[in-house]
Each structure stands twice: as C-alpha cells, then as structure tokens.
T-cell receptor, first 113, second 116 residues
Framework: GDSVTQMEGPVTLSEEAFLTINCTYTATGYPSLFWYVQYPGEGLQLLLKATKADDKGSNKGFEATYRKETTSFHLEKGSVQVSDSAVYFCALSDRGYGQNFVFGPGTRLSVLP | GAVVSQHPSWVICKSGTSVKIECRSLDFQATTMFWYRQFPKQSLMLMATSNEGSKATYEQGVEKDKFLINHASLTLSTLTVTSAHPEDSSFYIC????????????FGQGTRLTVV
C-alpha cells in the first residue's frame, strides 16, 4: 500500500538556520502531496501542497517540490524562526474523492533563539 | 479556507463511562469524514471513514463496538468512545473533505481525551 517516510527527529536548529526535512513516498498512482504542521496542543494545519509532478508548494517561507523521479517532497525553509517550532507531517492522498490521507511519522522541530 | 470544528477540545472522564466527540464542517458539506487517533509523539493513525447516511468503515484492529461513529448529516459526524479505559486516552482528530475544493482535507483542532 501507499506509504510516507520522513527523516527522524527531533531536529533542533538555531534561529535563522536553514531547514530541510526529507520526505519520500511510495504510491501506486499519482498522489497529491502535502505538508501539515501541528503546533503544541493543536490540530493539523495545512502548510503547503502540490498536486502533480514538478509542482512547487510554498507558504510562510516554506517550500517543497513534487519530484516524481525521486518520489520525494522535501520541505525547506531558508531561515527558521522560533515560532516555527512544531511537528511537521508529510502526507499523500489519492486524487479520488473520499480517499484518506497517509501520513508520515512526523518530524519535531525545535528552533532555539 | 473551509473550517472544521471539533468539540470538545479536551475531556476528562472516568473509566467505564462513554464520551462523545463531535466533528462539524461549518461552511461546506462533507460527504466523507475521517477519524484519526494520535498517540504521544506519534503520527496520525486512521481509525475509520465516516460516510453520511451509511455505516462507517473501520480500519483493521479498530473495535467498531467501542468506537461508535455516526454521520447523520452532511455537516456532522460523531465519535463515541464507549466504556472508556485509560488506554483509550489519546488525541483524536477528525477531518473532512469538500469535494468542491479537490483533494484538500480540513482538520478539526483535535480532542484530547484523558480517562482516569
């Protein structure tokens, strides 16, 4: 079945450092790819998404490019802030309506001032 | 974007009692809603898929008699944890998809259940 693999955390960075969180997937079809963020004690919020190969999703300084050839969707940010401390989930979803999401294990990011 | 409201955001209950969690899509109709469970420092695990007007589809290993799901309308799904035990303590999150917005799903804020 479909699956998502993320780099193991936790990741600890200093403010203004460069962030990369690796994500690779396995899917039988052509899924849409997502990054969700979960702040402490809260639910999931969509950070960015890409629906087809070579699409780049971006939001709040975060970017990720849908790479079909490497089945990857790595999350990057050029300069992290303390407020970016959260858990980040990579996820995929089949395009058909009603299909659920498959989530990666999540990567906890801590940004120190 | 669309809003999914989950209630309550946290609840403490005694062992043996039942707890109901509501998931509402506020500004769109959701034919399908999903219920997830998240253990501390772990990812979300799909428990069941809730379809309006029909029985929910449970994932393998999820006890349907313990986790009762009702999707009575296009904007409301409920999860009832029956005869709760401490091991049921967890973070429960629902999501709903709006067909008109494509593949994006919207998540509720989650419910933290503590069974004492």
């Amino acid at each position: 079945g479909d699956s998502v693999t993320q780099m193991e955390g936790p990741v600890t960075l200093s403010e203004e450092a460069f962030l990369t969180i690796n994500c690779t997937y396995t899917a039988t079809g052509y899924p849409s790819l997502f990054w969700y963020v979960q702040y402490p004690g809260e639910g999931l919020q969509l950070l960015l998404k890409a629906t087809k190969a070579d699409d780049k999703g971006s939001n709040k300084g975060f970017e990720a490019t849908y790479r079909k050839e490497t089945t990857s969707f790595h999350l990057e940010k050029g300069s992290v802030q303390v407020s970016d401390s959260a858990v980040y989930f990579c996820a995929l979803s089949d395009r058909g309506y009603g299909q659920n999401f498959v989530f990666g294990p999540g990567t906890r990011l801590s940004v120190l001032p | 974007g669309a809003v999914v409201s989950q209630h309550p955001s946290w609840v403490i209950c005694k062992s043996g009692t039942s707890v109901k969690i509501e998931c509402r899509s506020l500004d769109f109709q959701a034919t399908t809603m999903f219920w997830y469970r998240q253990f501390p420092k772990q990812s979300l695990m799909l428990m069941a898929t809730s379809n309006e007007g029909s029985k929910a589809t449970y994932e393998q290993g999820v006890e349907k008699d313990k986790f009762l799901i009702n999707h009575a309308s296009l904007t409301l799904s409920t999860l009832t944890v029956t005869s709760a035990h401490p091991e049921d303590s967890s973070f429960y999150i629902c999501s709903a998809r709006d067909q008109g917005l494509g593949t994006e799903a919207f998540f509720g804020q989650g419910t933290r259940l503590t069974v004492v």
